[in-house]
């Protein structure tokens, strides 16, 4: 179905795989497209209740390929508003959970892409790296947002300005990742991490990430006024009822993600 990415689901889990490893799976313009298409196609099947993004190979994504623009001849406003921008919106717009499974270097774009995932796991060969002042260009596809909102913005700055690689154990320690795993084992138990949030209400879960991400950027007002509208909606879904008889019969919820 795609040319530079893989994409199946097993277990209830979208598993999208960038698959370029030869190039160590950097970025095109086909591959930007497939992976916003793939998201979409994820949000809307009912089968689908977490959505794990990693890459093939040694890689989890190394940015840009250079090759596309090498030629010094680049509109770069035009091609990150037409490539990259609905891409990481995307990401937002997907009310499921996304996990980012980070077997090996993410840098520049690949690791912004990495910041926009809900959840980021990490091979201890792993390391992030926020390599775009190294060729003179600004952290984009969503870098100068995500940075400073995960680690603070004078962390974000040195991040920024020195290109320096953070270690899959510095990462975790900054708050960049939420957990390292041994790279012998990466891929089980990031799958494991997986099927779990794929167990829990699906629905409650997407409105839980909607609310969050928007508090993010309102007051307190604005924000309890949001919850309110959210919990209205999260109450009327058949988890909500799961969850509550579960409880009153002292068992373990059954979730079907409605």
């Known amino acids: ?49 977490c959505i794990l993004l990693t890459g093939a190979g040694r890689a989890f994504n190394a940015g840009q390929d250079l090759g ?20 990481i919106l995307q990401f937002r717009k997907t009310e499921k959970p996304i996990i980012a499974a980070i077997n090996g270097v993410a840098a520049g774009a690949g690791m912004s892409i990495a910041l926009a995932c809900d959840i980021r796991l990490a091979s201890d060969k792993a390391s992030l790296v926020n390599a775009f002042v190294n060729i003179g260009l600004v952290p984009d596809s969503g870098g100068c947002y995500f940075l400073p909102r995960i680690v603070g913005i004078g962390k974000a700055l040195e991040l920024a300005m020195t290109g320096e690689k953070v270690p899959a154990e510095e990462a975790l320690r900054l708050g960049l ?16 991490y997986a099927r779990k949030l794929a167990s829990l209400p699906t629905r409650g879960i997407g409105l839980i990430k909607r609310t969050m991400y928007k508090g993010m950027d309102m007051d307190l007002e604005q924000t ?13 879904t058949e988890d909500y009822q799961e969850g509550v008889r579960a409880f009153m019969e002292k068992r373990a919820p059954r979730f079907t993600g409605r």
Request: hydrophobic fraction near 40%; charged fraction near 30%; aromatic fraction near 12%.
């Open 1 to 49: 179905m795609y040319d530079t990415i893989l994409y199946e689901v097993t277990d209830g889990i979208a598993v999208l795989t960038m698959n370029r490893p030869d190039k160590f799976n950097a970025f095109t313009a086909k591959m930007n497209k497939e992976i916003t298409d793939a998201l979409k196609q994820a949000q809307k099947d009912s089968e689908v209740r």
């Open 68 to 87: 596309e623009v090498s030629d010094g001849n680049v509109d770069f406003g035009g091609f990150l508003r037409d490539r990259y921008n609905p891409m």
């Open 177 to 192: 990742v939420n957990q390292v795993y041994p790279a012998e084992r990466f891929m089980e138990e990031a799958m494991a």
């Open 224 to 236: 309890l006024e949001y919850e309110a509208y959210a919990q209205e909606v999260a109450g009327s």
